[in-house]
């Protein structure tokens, strides 16, 4: 696989990114989108046997969710070997390439120094903390929304989005992401806003949604990759100078963010 790039064409592009919390990356030589895209749809099939991978807590197996209309197959970065085919799994530590990439040039851009990265990532950028490989998609026999409103927990999503419905809040207000061929949509998340909090240029978890998919719609399937800190770990805040300005365990701030969520 090509070396991941991220890079905008201007300053302002750059400065729109991190203050919306969402940007398009340009899918790298190399990622096989065609075979994840056939693994997801496969997915559908009642006889697939990946839907009865077992469940590992509230997080992982196959999964159908309350109050939206997501079921979804996932995976934390442990048990790809064992469960995806090897293939889906190479694909998996080739997302985790992209998401550590550009989670080190967003610290940058927040003018976070590299020594310190790995400490305030939980581990991430250096290839731990935790990932998720997860293949989404929406039961249309639920009349609910398609996913509520939120912003994601963690460092960094990269999604592939396979038909519209995507929408993020800009100004208060939800507007459409379109699918743009052969790119990825980034959001971060609120871990990443958290470790920023203090830098020179704090980074913004983007909220969004999917909007309530109808029978009529061609089935919206998709893949996320979620990078996140390790769940037993903890984050740390800096100052541009490399001070020590807060931290959290990732647990507490979770529970906070959930509390945040469902009051």
Do not use: C
């Amino acid at each position: 696989m090509q070396p991941i790039q991220v890079a905008f064409s201007n300053p302002v592009q750059k400065s729109r990114a991190l203050n919306l919390g969402a940007f398009y990356l340009a899918v790298p030589n190399g990622i096989n989108l065609a075979l994840a895209r056939d693994f997801g749809r496969s997915l559908l099939l009642p006889n697939n046997p990946f839907r009865n991978v077992p469940s590992y807590g509230e997080l992982e197996g196959f999964i159908a969710l309350e109050n939206n209309q997501q079921t979804k197959l996932a995976l934390r970065r442990e048990r790809w070997d064992a469960y995806y085919p090897p293939e889906i799994a190479y694909l998996g530590h080739q997302l985790d390439e992209i998401g550590i990439a550009i989670m080190r040039e967003v610290l940058s851009w927040a003018g976070i120094s590299e020594s310190l990265w790995e400490q305030a990532s939980g581990g991430y950028t250096a290839g731990g903390g935790t990932a998720f490989l997860n293949f989404v998609h929406y039961d249309t026999r639920s009349a609910v929304l398609g996913l509520r409103p939120h912003t994601d927990y963690g460092f960094v999503t990269i999604l592939d989005a396979t038909a519209p419905g995507l929408q993020i809040a800009i100004d208060g207000e939800f507007v459409d992401v379109p699918v743009l061929a052969n790119h990825f949509v980034i959001n971060f998340g609120e871990a990443l806003r958290f470790i920023t909090a203090h830098a020179r240029y704090q980074v913004s978890a983007v909220t969004h949604r999917v909007v309530s998919q109808n029978a009529a719609d061609p089935i919206r399937h998709g893949m996320v990759y979620f990078a996140n800190p390790d769940l037993d770990g903890a984050l740390w805040q800096f100052t541009p100078d490399g001070d020590v300005a807060g931290q959290s365990s990732v647990s507490h701030l979770f529970t906070q963010l959930e509390r945040q969520l469902t009051e």
